[in-house]
């Protein structure tokens, strides 16, 4: 497509409940990266892919989250056991192989933890 | 460790006025720098970017930014400021090599303009 897209745009969960949030990036960008904004922790790396693999997957919180992407294309965050200290947008961004691009970022999903 | 700092959490200039949001950066090699926008309720939004060559860099929506190694800053400018600008900005610096590729975001300048 034109753009990363990212879906739902919207998730209220139940604590303790898991979540997917799903990542389709731009078409041909070997690297995809999810993070997290949130109120008073800015924006937060979590993982970053080139092709299938996460070389970085430094800044997942806990061992509750999980990513993973297939086919070199899409990917899918994992939240297992939702807390409420997960309220937040999540935000998937993809980019050329390289350092000389800057990152197309998509709309979010903003994630409730009732 | 590397670093970005905006130190304006909230700035507000007049229609057609002048802005300068301020970035401070630290980085121990020749830092890749980016600037971001984002609306509300929206994903961010490349302005410019900085790798090498001219410290002054053109970028969408007539944004500017300098690149000052001396002073360690990438400062965004733009002459005159629409309505429509009013945003969050986000200053980044790429950290990369061997196993990593990640912005590192600054915690934004809110931008409010008054008409």
């Known amino acids: 497509g034109a753009g990363v897209s990212q879906s739902p745009s919207n998730k209220v969960t139940e604590k303790g409940k898991d979540v997917e949030l799903r990542c389709d990036p731009i078409?041909?960008?070997?690297?995809l990266y999810w993070y997290r904004q949130s109120l008073g922790q800015g924006l937060e790396f979590l993982i970053y892919f080139q092709g299938n693999s996460a070389p970085d997957k430094s800044g997942l919180p806990s061992d509750r989250f999980s990513a993973e992407r297939t086919g070199g294309s899409v990917s899918t965050l994992t939240i297992q056991r939702t807390q409420q200290e997960d309220s937040a947008v999540y935000l998937c961004?993809?980019?050329?192989?390289?350092?000389?691009?800057?990152?197309?970022f998509g709309s979010g999903t903003r994630l409730t933890v009732v | 460790a590397q670093s970005v700092t905006q130190p304006d959490i909230h700035i507000t200039v007049s229609e057609g006025a002048s802005l300068e949001l301020r970035c401070n950066y630290s980085y121990g090699a020749t830092p890749y720098l980016f600037w971001y926008v984002q609306s509300p309720g929206q994903g961010l939004q490349l302005l410019l970017k900085y790798f090498s060559g001219d410290t002054l860099v053109q970028g969408i929506k007539g944004f500017e930014a300098e690149f000052k190694r001396s002073q360690s800053s990438f400062n965004l400018r733009k002459p005159s400021v629409h309505w429509s600008d009013a945003a969050e900005y986000f200053c980044?610096?790429?950290?990369?090599?061997?196993?990593?590729?990640?912005?590192?975001f600054g915690t934004g300048t809110l931008l409010a303009v008054q008409p």
């Open positions: 961004a993809s980019s050329p192989s390289g350092q000389n691009y800057g990152y197309t």
């Open positions: 980044a610096v790429l950290l990369y090599g061997g196993a990593t590729n990640k912005l590192i």
């Open positions: 078409s041909g960008h070997t690297a």
